[in-house]
């Protein structure tokens, strides 16, 4: 297997799907040495038959904004990846969203599955339906518009997904009343980020967040070093920084620097438990502005237009946002400017050239999305088996799980990515540890 060939022809056949390009990519240059020690993998075409999805289904989804006007958007789901596990993976609503942008998070998530050692495939989906500005009635009536589609393409034993960018508890409960009045299935299974009357899981809100602390705190104790007093700056204020926000003030570090489109909000001293819970608001608003941060705290915050989370100083940059908002450019400044650890948070947040400039630094500690943010999925794993057997475990149960699963993603990048002169390349690491589980299932089941 060639990288660059498979690459070339990839290219010709999807042109113009820069994000999708790039994700694979990324992974068949870190698996590209130990696939060719598998003579098997070649044979069977393991990495040409993992790098296309399974299917995906394309639908259009007519709606009726408060105005009265007759709306139009398009609905996506991509089923990536089947052989460890029904499909499971987000639902993403954003403006930008193209079948590129699914086909990448899609990519990723059978790799991400494959690390939590739970048995689920990959899959992701969603629609370019436009959050911003839209009212609480709107948001149902183009969820519910949304399933009508949908419902045919999923089960619990089939197809599960979940909350992403713009797709939270309030969409995922639009989402399910509309499947069970259309597909009379009333189980709880068919998605998972549920509310906690009607089968969700506790911490399932809080996990990728969560997750992506107790990891980075895996990367730190590996290096000798510890979380406790570290300036730490994230981007976003969604669901994902909330969670992040949260764990790293309760681990005794400080968030510094909160960040949306609009800006970032500089916070000297620190996060306070308050601006936190004032996420929610601000998330639920729909107005995608930082900015209501310094409004709700002059005292604390201060907002800076046009500014990214990466202006700030601080020891750990965690991008909680969107695919490719680190560049490279910003990796310079953060290390100019003396930050020495960087876990990613979003799905593939940082840009190529950050990540190779990160790794050239000596003692730069950089961990890749896949395995950092994979507690929310594997929390809704947990949400799965609880819905299986008809119970709720307990928060304690819950968060005990999830630690065990980060470590053990933790323990795999170790373990596939320690380098020669002993240094972890955690980009390796997950890449090849997921990699390596999905293509032995792949080999097993035959040409299917
Ligand atoms: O990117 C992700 O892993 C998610 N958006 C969560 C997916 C899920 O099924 O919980």
Redesign the pocket.
């Known amino acids: 297997m060639k990288t660059q060939a498979i690459m070339q022809q990839l290219a010709a056949k999807h042109p113009g799907e820069a994000e999708y390009l790039q994700a694979v990519e990324e992974v068949l240059n870190s698996i590209e040495e130990v696939y060719n020690q598998h003579p098997e993998f070649e044979q069977a075409k393991i990495v040409e038959r993992m790098v296309e999805p399974d299917r995906i289904f394309t639908f259009r989804v007519t709606w009726v904004d408060d105005a009265g006007q007759v709306q139009t958007n398009l609905g996506y789901r991509v089923q990536f990846n089947s052989a460890i596990g029904p499909y499971?993976?987000?639902l993403r609503f954003h403006v930008a969203v193209n079948p590129s942008m699914l086909k990448f998070?899609g990519f990723e998530?059978t790799f991400?599955n494959a690390l939590t050692t739970l048995p689920m495939g990959g899959g992701k989906g969603g629609s370019d339906f436009d959050p911003i500005g839209k009212s609480d009635a709107e948001i149902m009536r183009f969820c519910q518009a949304f399933m009508l589609e949908l419902w045919r393409c999923i089960g619990p034993d089939q197809d599960?997904?979940?909350?992403?960018v713009g797709v939270g508890g309030r969409e995922i409960g639009y989402l399910n009343g509309m499947y069970q009045k259309l597909s009379r299935q009333y189980h709880t299974g068919v998605l998972?980020?549920k509310g906690m009357t009607w089968g969700g899981s506790i911490l399932r809100p809080e996990a990728?967040g969560y997750g992506a602390l107790y990891f980075t705190q895996h990367v730190l104790h590996q290096a000798g070093k510890d979380i406790k007093g570290k300036r730490i700056a994230i981007s976003g204020f969604g669901n994902v920084a909330w969670g992040a926000c949260k764990k790293a003030v309760e681990l005794g570090a400080q968030v510094i620097a909160v960040s949306g489109p609009d800006g970032v909000c500089a916070i000297e001293n620190g996060i306070t438990p308050e601006m936190i819970d004032y996420m929610l608001v601000m998330r639920s608003s729909n107005r995608n502005k930082v900015q209501d941060m310094a409004d709700k705290f002059p005292q604390q915050a201060q907002f800076i237009a046009g500014k990214k989370a990466w202006s700030q100083k601080c020891d750990i940059a965690l991008p909680c946002a969107f695919q490719n908002e680190l560049s490279e450019d910003d990796a310079r400044e953060l290390v100019k400017n003396g930050t020495w650890c960087c876990c990613e948070v979003s799905?593939m947040g940082c840009q190529p050239g950050a990540i190779h400039f990160f790794q050239s630094q000596k003692g730069f500690l950089f961990a890749p999305g896949k395995a950092v943010?994979?507690g929310?999925?594997a929390?809704?794993g947990l949400e799965m088996t609880q819905n299986a057997e008809h119970i709720s475990w307990t928060g304690k149960e819950v968060d005990e799980r999830l630690h065990h699963i980060m470590e053990s993603i933790h323990e795999q990048c170790v373990r596939f990515g320690t380098q020669k002169d002993g240094t972890i390349d955690y980009v390796k690491g997950a890449n090849i540890a997921g990699f390596m589980k999905v293509a032995q299932a792949m080999l097993e089941q035959g040409l299917v």
């Open positions: 499971k993976g987000g998070l998530q991400k599960i997904p979940a909350g992403d998972t980020g990728t799905n943010n994979a929310g999925v929390t809704s």
